[in-house]
């Protein structure tokens, strides 16, 4: 009889362990919660929950940001933000509102952060926290193809010069002006500034190299002086104090895909 009851029991406690068993793939949501929670730490982040960034850049300003003939923005800079989206996971919601208006957009907090051929001054770096510098340029005069007369500073006098307003090219005119003593004409983009040069109002214009030497690479008739002048280098913006999460991204996937080749394959693209 104590045998029959020992049986019994084990059969009960057999049968509440399958029943358990049955009913297993269902957690508590304690269970599921912490589950979760699990998934995060492990640097998993969860389904759908990809942050989107509005990153405001420029129109015109090829190599770096322009249009192809299918209207889609190419370039160094788009490249780049989408090589780092896809290496930090993020997406990319590009507002293309050229140079000074994604700069009131960023300041204004309608745009999350701004790639757009930017340089990095001290006087900018009081009003925008910058990333680590991701192109050091340089400054060229260029004038029109069939222009014979300007081939110094000093040629320069009583004439106007076009420039590009917050380009490298612009400050280093300014720095210029009075010593050469010419007038500056000033645009907002840079095919403004090139026409200028072409019909003749303006005798030149100073222009980051890389942007100038693609222009003319691809048929603008100008053509460059031999001197190239030391520029700034180009960094990614955010708004002072904001958005520091982003700036970090931009960073870490910056050094990711130069360690990886991407970055260098991006340039090479545009520049050779």
Known sequence: MKFFKSATAIALTLTMAMGLAACGGSATPDETEKDAQDTQQQGEAPSGDVKTYKIATDTTFAPFEFADENGNYVGIDIDIINAIAEDQGFEVDLQVLGFSAALQAVEAGQADGMIAGMSITDERKERYDFSEPYYDSAVVMAVSATNEDIKSYEDLKGKNVAVKVGTEGFAFANSIQDQYDFDMVVFDDSNGMYQDVKVGNSVACFEDYPVIAYGIQQGLP???????????????????????????????????????GKYQEIVDSYTK
């Open 222 to 260: 100008l053509k460059l002086h031999d001197k190239q002048e030391a520029g700034n280098s180009y960094g990614f913006a955010v708004s002072k104090g904001k958005n520091a999460e982003l700036l970090q991204k931009f960073n870490d996937g910056l050094a990711n895909i130069k360690e990886n």
